[in-house]
């Protein structure tokens, strides 16, 4: 449904169906204010329900051209092109031209389509446009993986230089260990080179990798449980990719602390910024002061409105293994990083690897906001968001593409001391997962039962020592029901 469609029931209503609205419940706006609470969804609760997490919005209900869907439009131009194309231009006689061509425009009309007619999601800032487009762009990532997934290993490493005539050439790994003294007293010049050297474009990419999956995942836990897990993992795998060979103060100091704790840090403040923000939206028309108007375009790109995560994996067990299941497909996308760019030829600083990561800090805020929906209100969301499920294909199939593409790295044996630690890890989280939401429960269970047995036998021995032999609730209860009958 189109942003003009959502508006034409009841005049001007609310953005609040499109941006960061749990769908089980309608914003409220204060009285005497201009905003309108958007229709409730089918199947969702009754009008004026919310979730506490929940930001409250006041909205005008400004319906402006940007906001309207353009579907004639696109299609116009998009008609246009192709007649321009097929009428005014002259084929070039190039097949290797042609085909590049042909696949470009087939994925540019999926791509005017998609953002013109797929379904919306949670979010709609800037535009819900925007996350359409991205939502068919996964489709067209996801569709590329399962194509190379059926070539030969060799086809289709030649196939990456369809794309950039520089890939298909095996290239060294490079090895970020070696000398890990912080101080070097034998470099007189320069007695912390090592520390210099270690100081490339990751470490700004770490910072802001991890601020904004802190804003995608909005719990410090969980951002720190995968950021350590996965330095867990570069020591686990080193012998596997020797990208992951680090000094022990590039592990925990630049990694752990500065980059990803800093990027964390900063993520939780912002989130603490956007749950206090006031969410209150005007048309930019209806706004008299150029400061004023500049200030709307700017909060633009900012949510519409707000939803704190609140992830609470001990509350059950179904919640548990969700949470664990996120920290596995987070780690797993983050491996694949390393392994796609190795199996495929492809150099750290290439742009497709940027690509890629541009890919999924756009699609992952979707997705964990669609699986939080669908953790916290199943009744209401019957089924994954979309976004989501792309996101989990996508991870699948990378790490299908590694598997085949070169098994006998995945295969080298862990050393065996790396095995027992994984293996003690494992059995704790098993152990305590079994106590939790098993054995826990079953000895509540039991003294819930001994607690009320108890209390059942000291009432009897009051009704004993009052000499009647039995309690006087059931006669009072029979007298009731006496007089309900000659009533």
Not at 165 to 180: F, I, T
Not at 306 to 334: D, T
């Amino acid at each position: 449904m189109r942003r003009g469609e959502r508006r034409s029931h009841g005049g001007a209503l609310s953005k609040a169906a499109l941006e960061e609205q749990p769908d089980g419940g309608v914003m409220e706006a204060p009285p005497g204010s201009r905003g309108v609470s958007p229709p409730a969804a089918p199947g969702s609760a009754a009008p004026g329900l919310r979730r506490s997490t929940e930001s409250e919005v006041y909205d005008d209900g400004t319906n402006t051209f940007f906001w309207r869907a353009h579907t004639l439009t696109v299609l116009f131009i998009l008609t246009c092109a192709l007649g321009y194309v097929t009428l005014l231009e002259e084929t070039p006689q190039d097949t290797a031209y042609n085909t590049k061509r042909g696949i470009v425009a087939s994925i540019l009309v999926f791509l005017c389509f998609g953002v013109t007619q797929a379904k919306d999601g949670p979010f709609s800032r800037p535009h819900p446009a925007y996350w359409r487009f991205w939502l068919c762009v996964s489709v067209v990532y996801e569709l590329f993986l399962i194509f190379i997934l059926f070539q030969t290993v060799r086809d289709g490493r030649q196939f990456m230089k369809y794309i950039d005539p520089n890939l298909g050439v095996a290239l060294p790994e490079r090895d970020y260990g070696g000398n890990c003294l912080i101080y070097d007293p034998g470099n007189k010049t320069d007695p912390f080179h090592n520390v210099w050297d270690k100081l490339d474009g990751f470490v700004p990419a770490h910072f802001l990798g991890w601020y904004l999956k802190t804003l995608m995942i909005r719990d410090w836990w969980m951002c720190m449980i995968i950021s350590v897990m996965f330095e867990f993992l570069e020591y686990s795998l080193e012998h596997q990719l020797p990208n992951f060979s680090e000094c022990w103060w590039d592990h925990w100091i630049m990694d752990v602390i500065l980059c990803n704790g800093f990027g964390i840090y900063c993520g939780m403040k912002t989130l603490g910024w956007l749950s206090l923000k006031t969410y209150k939206w005007q048309g930019l028309w209806n706004i008299p002061t150029y400061k004023g108007k500049i200030k709307r375009m700017a909060f633009q790109f900012t949510p519409y409105s707000w939803v704190k995560f609140e992830w609470k994996p001990a509350s059950s067990l179904r919640r548990w293994l969700a949470v664990c299941g996120i920290i596995f497909v987070f780690l797993l996308a983050e491996l694949n990083t390393f392994y796609l760019k190795f199996v495929l030829w492809m150099p750290p600083e290439h742009y497709l690897v940027l690509l890629r990561l541009v890919f999924f800090v756009n699609v992952g805020g979707v997705g964990m906001r669609e699986i939080y929906d669908f953790m916290d209100d199943p009744k209401f969301h019957k089924k994954l968001g979309q976004q989501a499920w792309l996101v989990a294909a996508i991870t699948v199939t990378e790490f299908l593409i590694v598997v085949k593409y070169d098994p006998y790295t995945l295969m080298l044996s862990l050393p065996f001391y790396i095995t027992q630690c994984w293996i003690l890890g494992i059995i704790l989280v098993l152990t305590w997962t079994i106590w939790r939401f098993f054995i826990r429960d079953i000895t509540l269970r039991c003294k819930e039962i001994r607690r009320q047995q108890q209390e059942h036998k000291s009432e009897k021995d009051k009704c004993l020592s009052n000499g009647d032999g039995h309690s006087p609730v059931p006669d009072e209860q029979n007298g009731n029901k006496l007089r309900e009958r000659k009533f």
